[in-house]
């Protein structure tokens, strides 16, 4: 008949979501959320249609030639030329991954079944493109989360690529005695919710052959902080609170659309924040 009991449940706050189907492969869910300090009876939970948000990516190819470079799309044969998932931003939230949906030439990217929620959109393309915009609806998925709220119907992610990337090359500077490897992260500024680009320097096995080099390629046009750390594995370097401390060590580069750029960094030792 529909009704449900939990029994023994302690005080606390909490999420309480229902799942069913309506009909083969049309997914139906409903959550409230709860502060329990007492007994609680005739909660109504009204199911509604799991949310589905497609994914329109428009790729434009820029020819290097110079002023009037002829742009074209990419053919539609090729499919989706980037990845994409949902981080979650608060708890009580799944992340989700998009699926590649469609018959071959006309594959699209949807996220299917998210729950109402926030969330950070990850947006992974394959070289040599990089993301230029990505809005839903008036959000810039680049500076804002996504807020979705159960019951509203749902918009297009839409998304251009451009492959004009940008590409950052460079040593690192390290204190007398062994050289080490060293994470490099160049974090995009003016862009919250844009990913960190990461790459690696290896010192070179032969001292007679010079400097080591990173690279890191596909780089969107922009500015970037630049930060070489010596043990990656102990730095949450998604998080902008946490790479905040290092930013004054850290090298600020301007890369133009088709820019090869050279850069010197400082090993930054971990656990010797400057602030």
């Known amino acids: 008949n529909g009704r449900f009991d939990f029994r023994g449940v302690p005080d606390g706050t909490y999420v309480l979501k229902a799942f069913s189907q309506a009909a083969p492969n049309q997914p139906v869910r409903a959550e409230v959320r709860l502060n329990l300090a007492s ?9 509604v249609p799991a949310i589905s948000i497609p994914i329109a990516v428009h ?13 074209y799309t990419r053919p539609p044969s090729q499919g989706p030329a980037m990845g994409a998932r949902l981080l979650v931003s608060q708890p ?8 590649v949906e469609g018959a071959p030439g006309q594959q699209n990217l949807v996220f299917r079944n998210v729950e109402a929620g926030r969330y950070t959109v990850e947006l992974m393309p394959q070289a040599p493109w ?5 809005e839903y609806g008036q959000t810039n ?3 804002d989360d996504l807020v979705l709220t ?5 918009s297009t992610i839409q998304v ?3 492959n004009d990337v940008a590409t950052l090359t460079g040593t690192v500077t390290q204190r007398a005695g062994a050289e080490v490897p060293a994470t ?16 690696y320097y290896y010192p070179p096995q032969d001292k007679n052959s010079g400097p080591g080099e990173f690279a890191l390629s596909s780089l969107a046009p922009g500015e970037y902080l630049v930060l070489a750390f010596d043990h990656a594995e102990d730095i949450e370097y998604s998080n902008p609170d946490v790479l905040q401390n290092y930013t004054s060590q850290a090298a600020h580069v301007t890369l133009a659309p088709g820019q090869r750029t050279r850069v010197t960094l400082e090993l930054v030792h971990t656990g010797e924040s400057s602030n």
């Open 39 to 47: 007994d609680q009876f005739n909660l109504h939970l009204a199911l």
């Open 59 to 71: 790729t434009e190819s820029v020819a290097q030639d110079g002023p009037g470079a002829v742009k």
């Open 92 to 99: 009580g939230a799944s992340e989700t991954y998009a699926g």
């Open 130 to 134: 990089y993301v230029q915009s990505a």
């Open 141 to 143: 998925l680049l500076t």
């Open 150 to 154: 159960s019951g509203a119907p749902p």
């Open 160 to 162: 251009t690529l451009r």
């Open 184 to 199: 490099i992260v160049a974090i995009p500024e003016g862009l919250a919710k844009a990913a960190p680009q990461i790459g």
